[in-house]
């Protein structure tokens, strides 16, 4: 006979179509051999009612069974089990940019009232991100959010419009690239951030000094690894006998106060266990009955631009110059960790298709790339690999991109 409900190998529920067979010969066994059980006939009807109700029934069974595997629990189920470690979904998040406004002393742009667009997308409005009053004529550097929510893209030098013309605002113009917001977190990434947290409330591994350092500054790091080195003798990426190393990089300028890195990577690393790096921060330790200062090593990885020239053959759907600029500075950044080397077979590939948070690919309109220049210096002349030292990144934006398109 068939196991159904937990097994040994997990949850079995009964199908429909299982339901009805075991209704069915119930039925002629206690009734008579002959008994008309058709999809057609009375009993058969009534079966299929019967056994809809009990198959939703069992479904539901699996899903509770489920609830409790982070591996098979979705939504609310995940999130409930996220909260025992006080992991939360991090919910749908806006763009930020910062805009330079010429004002009149006096001139208030409120939040949710004044706005700036880009002269091509003036649906895609940015407001401020609080009330700000002008105390002087002239430029003034507002922090703007867009009014949308999700990775919303603005390259430099595109925000130029006020949307909502005031007196005593005459001018709007973006010095740098609007820092993209995020969709709401899906159940993959939750599963990660659960797992990291789980991993922080173990001992001082490198696994658990990783998911309490990712955890603590999940929104400003954009790449964070741990080394260690437990041998007697120095190792090849020049730390010394017995320590680790964080390695990380929050941006340029950094995003993330050092005493702040120092103090997280103290709190779960054993006082016996030495740390090393680039950089230095101090936290606060427990000594006795108080606490008292101590020195954190740690590495943030130097950012190395990089400048790329790319010559393309547009077809007739071509997205155009600028959204190929964002496609490849975004996909380009998110592939490249610390030590990662710049391949330019890996860049001209990006020509060709997209790729989009849901993992839905398009095509770009490139119909041909003849070459991609690139280099550490501008006016890049050769198509080359790059070499990216282990505490060094590669980073890519649209102001150090140019593609020539024909």
């Given at each position: 006979m068939t196991e159904f409900g937990i097994t040994p190998s997990g949850f079995?529920?009964?199908?429909?179509?299982?339901?009805?067979?075991?209704?069915?010969?119930?039925?002629?066994?206690?009734?008579?051999?002959?008994?008309?059980?058709s999809d057609e006939s009375i009993v058969g009807q009534q079966n299929a009612i019967y056994g809809q109700q009990i198959a939703e029934g069992w479904e539901q069974l699996e899903e509770l069974y489920n609830a409790a595997d982070d591996e098979l629990a979705t939504q609310?189920?995940?999130?409930?089990?996220?909260?025992?470690?006080?992991?939360?979904?991090?919910?749908?998040?806006?763009?930020?940019?910062?805009?330079?406004?010429?004002?009149a002393e006096g001139t208030e742009l409120r939040a949710g009232e004044r706005f700036a667009a880009t002269t091509d997308q003036p649906d895609i409005r940015w407001t401020p991100v609080e009330n700000y009053t002008a105390d002087s004529d002239g430029p003034h550097q507002v922090d703007f959010e867009c009014e949308l929510g999700g990775p919303i893209t603005a390259v430099s030098g595109s925000i130029t419009t006020i949307a909502t013309p005031i007196v005593g605002w005459s001018?709007?113009?973006?010095?740098?690239?609007?820092?993209?917001?995020?969709?709401?977190?899906?159940?993959?990434?939750?599963?990660?951030?659960?797992?990291?947290?789980?991993?922080?409330?173990?001992?001082?591994?490198?696994?658990?000094?990783?998911?309490?350092?990712?955890?603590?500054?999940?929104?400003?790091?954009?790449?964070?690894?741990?080394?260690?080195?437990?041998?007697?003798?120095?190792?090849?990426?020049?730390?010394?006998p017995h320590c680790v190393e964080v390695l990380l990089f929050?941006?340029?300028?950094?995003?993330?106060?050092?005493?702040?890195?120092?103090?997280?990577?103290?709190?779960?690393?054993?006082?016996?266990?030495?740390?090393?790096?680039?950089?230095?921060?101090?936290?606060?330790?427990?000594?006795?009955?108080?606490?008292?200062?101590k020195t954190i090593n740690f590495s943030r990885a130097v950012k190395k631009d990089v400048y790329a020239t790319f010559d393309v053959v547009a077809g007739d759907d071509y997205i155009g110059d600028v959204a190929l600029?964002?496609?490849?500075?975004?996909?380009?950044?998110?592939?490249?960790?610390?030590g990662s080397p710049?391949?330019?077979?890996?860049?001209?590939?990006?020509?060709?298709?997209?790729?989009?948070?849901?993992?839905?690919t398009t095509p770009t309109g490139v119909?041909?790339?003849?070459?991609?220049?690139?280099?550490?210096?501008?006016?890049?002349?050769?198509q080359q690999d790059l070499d990216v030292a282990f505490r060094e990144i590669a980073r890519f934006s649209t102001e150090n991109i140019i593609i020539n398109s024909t």
């Open positions: 079995r529920r009964k199908t429909y179509e299982d339901i009805i067979e075991e209704l069915q010969a119930d039925q002629r066994a206690t009734m008579y051999d002959d008994l008309d059980v609310r189920a995940l999130e409930n089990l996220c909260k025992l470690f006080g992991v939360y979904r991090v919910g749908l998040t806006k763009s930020r940019v910062t805009l330079s406004c010429t004002l001018a709007v113009s973006q010095p740098s690239d609007a820092d993209p917001g995020e969709y709401i977190q899906d159940d993959t990434v939750l599963r990660q951030v659960r797992r990291r947290a789980i991993a922080a409330r173990g001992s001082s591994t490198t696994a658990a000094i990783l998911a309490k350092v990712s955890t603590e500054f999940a929104d400003e790091l954009v790449s964070v690894e741990v080394y260690q080195n437990d041998t007697d003798y120095p190792d090849a990426d020049g730390r010394p929050d941006g340029d300028p950094a995003a993330i106060p050092d005493n702040d890195i120092a103090q997280t990577i103290a709190s779960v690393t054993a006082g016996a266990i030495a740390t090393y790096g680039n950089t230095t921060g101090t936290a606060q330790v427990v000594d006795g009955d108080a606490t008292a200062p600029k964002e496609w490849i500075a975004t996909a380009a950044n998110k592939a490249h960790k610390p710049v391949p330019w077979s890996y860049l001209l590939s990006l020509t060709f298709r997209m790729t989009d948070e849901n993992g839905v119909t041909k790339c003849n070459q991609v220049r690139i280099d550490f210096e501008e006016s890049p002349t050769l």
